[in-house]
């Protein structure tokens, strides 16, 4: 099943093409994929969802033939890779997992170096290559590059898988459930770091997981699947949670839908709100003054360079006894990137103790914050956008939110 192009796509182009696609097991009656055809665009990020059991790791996994399909065409940028050499076709493929799967004697540097050696790269620009993707993932080189797995959380452990999939600079991403063995907070700040990164190298991904949620968040495009690997919609996160297919995608979507749609807003695309802030050398007597002429309940302190480093209210400052603000108050506990989506952002501040998500740039810069009344004028723009989408027709209505949801991701 193929869709019609979406407006404002990095490209129409697809990189991946599965053309009647069918895995049958030995000793089952009924395909575990049964005729898949499905586009996957140059540059985009699709997601493979649905019930256990419905044969999407399956259909992932014959893209780069770990298991071999039964019948049908797997085309590789315009190339048709069924029968060509697996193994030279899984050197052009990243690959990440949810087990991660990194070589327990083997450092850091030696794990993501692996593709590249049996490509034939010298050891110079193996050594510049690891080095520049432990950057890219936000791990220090001269701190990470000679550690072993066993010596990193969960959490870095994946951000190393990501860079041995990408240390051969692979066209082509599959990535299979990589965030579902990690603890929520982890998850979501790994997911947002990966959408960073998929802002800047623009790889073609397919993503399986079973968690809609995270489907809404991470995709393009959004396969839905049932049995068999059959699609019951293909398209836009926005247009399956305004417009699912049939019964099956409402049920799988489940309740609160206008709450997911959270996911398909960043923080960078709502005006932030301002905030009283002061720079980590004020007095206290100073920062009780900027206080009372402000409307909120603390002032945010900042540090030379401009980085939240305490939260501090009226007692707390009271309190000080002379000593320094950043040794008052409190740090701040909700800190988000552009790059974070509403949802993010919404789960941060419920939990912080003054309702507030404080937003940074990527080198920790304060840029502002937001709060609640940021969120729920976003919701009332997506109601807008609604409502405005059905007066236009659905057709019409389908093709607007599309390019105004990628406009937005990107």
Request: charged share 30%; with cysteine; net charge negative.
């Amino acid at each position: 099943m193929t869709d019609s192009p979406t407006p404002g796509s990095h490209t129409d182009r697809p990189m991946i093409r599965l053309e009647h696609l069918t895995k049958t097991f030995p000793g089952q009656d009924r395909p575990a994929v049964d005729d898949l055809t499905l586009d996957v665009r140059a540059g985009e990020i699709v997601i493979l969802v649905g019930p256990s059991g419905c044969g999407k790791t399956t259909t992932m996994k014959m893209i780069n033939r770990i298991i071999e399909p039964t019948s049908g065409r797997i085309v590789l940028d315009g190339e048709d890779v069924t029968h060509a050499d697996p193994d030279q076709l899984r050197r052009r493929i990243g690959y990440v997992i949810q087990q991660i799967g990194l070589f327990p004697h083997m450092t850091i540097a030696d794990n993501i170096a692996t593709v590249p050696r049996l490509l034939g790269w010298d050891r110079q620009r193996i050594a510049d290559r690891v080095d520049e993707l432990l950057t890219t993932v936000r791990m220090d080189p001269a701190e990470y590059r000679d550690r072993y797995p066993k010596e990193l959380s969960g959490g870095q452990r994946q951000r190393v898988g990501v860079a041995r999939a990408l240390s051969a600079d692979p066209d082509v991403m599959l990535m299979d459930e990589p965030f579902g063995a990690i603890d929520p907070i982890t998850r979501d700040r790994l997911q947002n770091e990966f959408l960073r990164l998929q802002a800047e190298v623009r790889k073609t991904i397919v993503f399986v997981t079973h968690d809609i949620d995270e489907a809404i968040k991470m995709g393009d495009r959004i396969a839905i699947l049932r049995e068999g690997s059959e699609v019951v919609q293909y398209d836009t996160p926005e247009t399956i949670l305004t417009h699912p297919a049939d019964g099956f995608v409402r049920d799988f979507i489940g309740a609160g839908a206008s709450l997911k749609r959270l996911n398909l807003s960043r923080v960078r695309d709502i005006e932030l709100s301002p905030w009283a802030t002061v720079p980590e050398g004020t007095s206290a007597e100073e920062a009780l003054g900027v206080l009372r002429s402000s409307p909120g309940s603390a002032v945010l302190v900042l540090d030379a360079q401009g980085r939240p480093r305490r939260w501090v209210g009226r007692a707390d400052l009271q309190r000080a006894d002379g000593r320094p603000l950043d040794q008052v108050g409190m740090v701040p506990e909700a800190v988000v990137e552009p790059h974070a989506t509403l949802s993010d952002a919404l789960n941060e501040l419920i939990t912080a103790r003054y309702s507030i998500a404080t937003v940074v740039d990527g080198n920790g810069v304060y840029q502002g914050v937001v709060d609640i009344d940021r969120i729920t004028e976003a919701i009332r723009t997506m109601r807008s956008d609604d409502q405005r989408a059905a007066r236009l027709g659905l057709d019409d209505g389908r093709d607007e939110a599309a390019g105004t949801i990628r406009d937005r991701r990107r």
